[in-house]
Nanobody, 121 residues
Framework: QVQLVESGGGLVQSGGSLTLSCAAS????????MAWYRQAPGKQLELVAR????????YYANFVEGRFTISRDNAKNTVTLHMNSLKPEDTAVYYC??????????????WGQGTQVTVSS
């Protein structure tokens, strides 16, 4: 079984920066897409950014506006989200997500437990 553990959340002032990290552990076979989602209080879960195994970023949400950068390290099975110019509306719980190939016909999506990001005005 594969687990994802996020770290790096916290409280930051508007305009500040944070870096979120997510590490996969356990019986890892092949991890394909990795992504960051977020959920603000009272709002739906939304995709922030997604990166494919080869390292190409294939999605940034419109609200990112060039402020965030997603990257990954396949050797370490990690994905990182660098966030700059943070705004109060970025306040949310951020979740890491990975597409894990276990064997043919079994490719579950794994979720982390989430890390809180709070941006004060």
């Amino acid at each position: 079984q594969v687990q994802l553990v996020e770290s790096g959340g916290g409280l930051v002032q508007s305009g500040g920066s944070l870096t979120l990290s997510c590490a996969a552990s356990g019986r890892i076979n092949i991890i394909y897409d990795m992504a960051w989602y977020r959920q603000a209080p009272g709002k739906q879960l939304e995709l922030v950014a997604r990166i494919i195994r080869e390292g190409k970023v294939d999605y940034y949400a419109n609200f990112v506006e060039g402020r965030f950068t997603i990257s990954r390290d396949n050797a370490k099975n990690t994905v990182t989200l660098h966030m700059n110019s943070l705004k109060p509306e970025d306040t949310a719980v951020y979740y890491c997500n990975a597409d894990h190939f276990e064997r043919p016909g079994n490719r579950p999506t794994i979720w982390g437990q989430g890390t809180q990001v709070t941006v004060s005005s």
